[in-house]
């Protein structure tokens, strides 16, 4: 499975109970931060899949700027979640982009076989 199926289908998983717990505004939020941790880590694997084959300082160049993709998802996060937080419920947020992004770190894993 790809990385952007797993994020997609991860994303779906996670809408669908935070829209059952939550409801349809918190739902709506997970879903966003589950594809912008979908799109960060597809960009990240992306970079970082050519390198797998070269020198050792050119991997680590490519990984750390994947690294930097995610951080920059979690400053988007702390960003949105403070200043609109009436848009951005804070739980559903950190739930829909920590839960699809978090898997998809550990099965980034495969690339190393």
């Known amino acids: 499975m790809t990385e952007v199926g797993l994020g997609l289908g991860l994303t779906a998983t996670i809408t669908a109970v935070v829209w059952l717990v939550w409801g349809a505004v918190a739902a709506q939020t997970a879903a966003g931060f589950g594809l912008l941790a979908t799109v960060l880590h597809s960009v990240a694997v992306a970079l970082l899949k050519p390198?797998?084959?070269?020198?050792?300082?050119?991997?680590?160049?490519?990984?750390?700027?994947?690294?930097?993709?995610?951080?920059?998802?979690?400053?988007?996060?702390?960003?949105?979640?403070?200043?609109?937080?009436?848009?951005?419920?804070?739980?559903?947020?950190?739930?829909?982009?920590?839960?699809?992004?978090?898997?998809?770190?550990?099965?980034?894993?495969?690339?190393?076989?």
Do not use: N, Y
């Not at 050119?58 to 988007?76: E, F």
């Open 51 to 113: 390198a797998l084959k070269g020198s050792t300082e050119k991997l680590m160049g490519r990984w750390a700027a994947g690294m930097g993709l995610r951080l920059l998802g979690v400053v988007v996060f702390g960003v949105l979640v403070m200043t609109q937080r009436d848009l951005v419920p804070p739980l559903p947020a950190a739930i829909g982009f920590a839960g699809v992004l978090l898997p998809l770190l550990f099965s980034e894993m495969r690339l190393l076989r």
